[in-house]
């Protein structure tokens, strides 16, 4: 009787086109990676409530096995993905312009996190050498992307990787061009990404011998 009730429910909702929603719903992939929660929360997390970065879920999956400790990470913007990257690696930086934004996000990071605040324009473009570090991993996320990638990229280690999100804008596509005259390839993880329903890609710019072992 119970499984004849849920065929009939089944057949009901295939028949008004909503079988599909309801199983990802209830057991599909996009429960597991949490994007229902995010969608409902307007945060980027994992199905636990955990901090994720605002990327596409294929980048994500590959991205953190590749993780080490060691790792010396810049990002331009700030939110959950620096307080993702702070809990697997040994020092991230991100620069933010937004003063009410760092208010937020500040008390939420770890210890080996920080945020500092620049205004738009050269001083936020350039924020990646102040520290005179070279970086594993800088992280195009914020404003200003093509300027952004175009300078950071002199500030990379020498396995060092550069990451620019959203890349299927074509307003970007100045900064692809730029990273493969300066020798990088492009891997591209097409998908969908916490809190939104529609596809973007995050894509990485490598070169040999890099630290994600591409």
Known sequence: MIKKIKNNTW???????????????????????????????????????DPLPWYTYPFILFLKPRLKPDFVVFEYGSGNSTRWYGARVKQITAVEHDAEWIKLIKPKLPGNAKVIEKPLGESYIQAVKDAGERYNIIIVDGRNRVKCA????????????????????EWYQKAKEYLKERGFRRLDFIGMAPIVGIETCTSVFYRDGNCLGI
Do not use: C, M
């Not at 719903?25 to 929660?37: E, T």
């Not at 175009?150 to 804008?169: C, H, K, M, P, Q």
């Open 11 to 49: 057949d009901l909702l295939n028949g008004i086109g909503l079988g599909g929603s309801v199983q990802l719903f209830l057991d599909g992939a996009l429960k597991q990676y949490g994007w229902f929660r995010s969608f409902h929360t307007k945060q980027s997390v994992d199905a636990n409530g």
């Open 150 to 169: 175009n300078f950071a990229v002199d500030y990379l280690t020498n396995d060092g990787v550069l990451i620019l999100d959203n890349s299927e804008r």
